[in-house]
């Protein structure tokens, strides 16, 4: 009897103790809720709330330790994190890293007792520093432009990881914005694309080749397994504290599968308006379409030709406190502050189109559509156009005429595109010659009269007057350019404005000819006279202007 009634008061103690544990922790939590208040956040008991298994491993123990923070949920982009420090500097700089995916990171105000619950409770959860899959990081003061050419003989020892790491920081020394592995039969060639040109860097020797796209192929997450099938993925390397995302593409050739990265956020800078390198005449079109309440501006030209370049320039140019701004990009290549960029992920349902439907519910006053791909996408867009939203994108042509064609065939209907559409742009991007070693030159009598033609041709009325006494120039090639002769690069263009008789042109359904016909009668200079104009300043040089724009 006695037994019994010991064990009796020993329950009496615990349910005591629990009681005691459970008002002690609804005060921490109710003091916790009142601080996330004062301060500005949202408030999670995370007692109650079911974990996340994989979002927990986001952070590595010591980084969580450090941040005094858990990341308690994770689902597509949206992650949540739950903190005792809402401004720990460890903790700002995971939410950069994974806004610099593109994720939204919402910070929660977490209690003492939440957090150590949860790091006690799932700490087998945690990534260790031995686990980390190792991270190519570039690293200051190196120079990697030298060392990429010992990379045709390696010493034995050398990893995959630093042959990567010589590869993309002679990338970003050199400021290349696609790099080539492509496998031959004795040896794997690396190729640097600079300025929108390919050049040959370096060779692997073949029994590297294995190991190196192993390497690849796990950073970016494909299956190492699959030989004989194109796979696509991407990974993020760090320079200088900088992150920089690289999207990869593997495909199967004869002598092993060949990969090409593409760096994003190299190239396309947030450039201001007046930087694209427009003539006057063309920078107060654009200028004037641009601060339109509504309407559709287009720019086309071929991959490379530098159309999203153009785009972000307008998005800056237009990017106003008074302005909201929803961009759908595939991918999303650079961010821009006060804009709301999202990525096109078709695999699951996203695409232009589907984008474009949810964005106008968003209230936008101005539209980035990465690029029209088809009919429902330009339907949606060009309505957008007309129900007082300015609309930016892009398209394939090889000229500002052909625009209209090929959204006719496409299937939108004149009466859409005449009244939506307020400029066309083409574009093409020529190398500028390097400053080190530019000289005058003298053109062969062809290529002269060749010039002097498509010059003469220039309207009047486009404003622009051609000097008599004609100088053109070329580099001769340095060290400071690579010996190639060109450092960076600078847009031609050619716009047509939307006028009565262009509008009447396109509910005619003119073809592509004679609506440049009618443009250049308006005044308008073609991509070969703009950057024949740009030769003549030294900016470039003929051979240039005549490889990218020749008709």
Known sequence: MQAIQTETEKDKQKKLLKTYQDINRKEEEDETAVRASLFGYEYMNLHAFPIDLNALGMMTKEESEKAQSVVFFKEGMDIRVGTLDPKNQTLLDFVTRQENKQSK????????????????????????????????????????????????????????????????????????????????????????????????????????????????????????????????????????????????????????????????????????????????????????????????????????SGKTTTLYAFLNYLNEPGVKIITLEDPVEYKLEGISQTPIASDKGMTFAAGLRAILRQDPDVIMVGEIRDQETADVALQAALTGHVVLSTLHTNDAAGAIPRLTNMGVKPYTIAPAMNAIIAQRLVRKLCESCKEETQLDPSMLTTVKTSLAAIPAKSGISIPTDLHFYHSKGCEVCHSTGYKGRIGIYEVISKTEEIEKMIFAEADASEIKKTAIGNGMVTMMQDGLIKALQGITDVEEVLRVAQD
């Open 105 to 304: 990171v919402k910070i929660y105000y977490i209690s003492q007792a939440s957090y150590k619950e949860t790091f006690a409770l799932f700490s087998k959860v945690f990534k260790t520093k031995a686990e980390e899959v190792d991270v190519v990081e570039i690293t200051d003061g190196i120079n990697y432009r030298a060392q990429i050419a010992n990379l045709n003989n390696p010493s034995a020892d050398i990893t995959a990881t630093k042959i990567l790491e010589t590869i993309l920081g002679t990338a970003q020394e050199i400021l290349a914005s696609d790099i080539h592995i492509e496998p031959e039969d004795q040896f794997v060639k690396v190729r640097f694309r600079m300025d929108g040109v390919l050049q040959d860097f370096t060779h692997i020797p073949k029994s590297y080749q294995h190991m190196v796209l192993s390497r690849l192929k796990i950073l970016s997450k494909m299956k190492l397994n699959v030989e004989d099938m194109p796979q696509d993925g991407r990974f993020t390397f760090q320079d200088k504290g900088k992150l920089i995302d690289v999207r990869v593409s593997v495909l199967p050739s004869a002598y092993g599968e060949g990969v090409v990265m593409r760096l994003l956020g190299t190239q396309a800078k947030a450039l201001e308006l007046v930087e694209l390198g427009m003539n006057e005449p063309t920078f107060k079109i654009i200028s004037t379409e641009l601060n339109k309440p509504n309407g559709m501006v287009i720019t086309t030209g071929p991959t490379g």
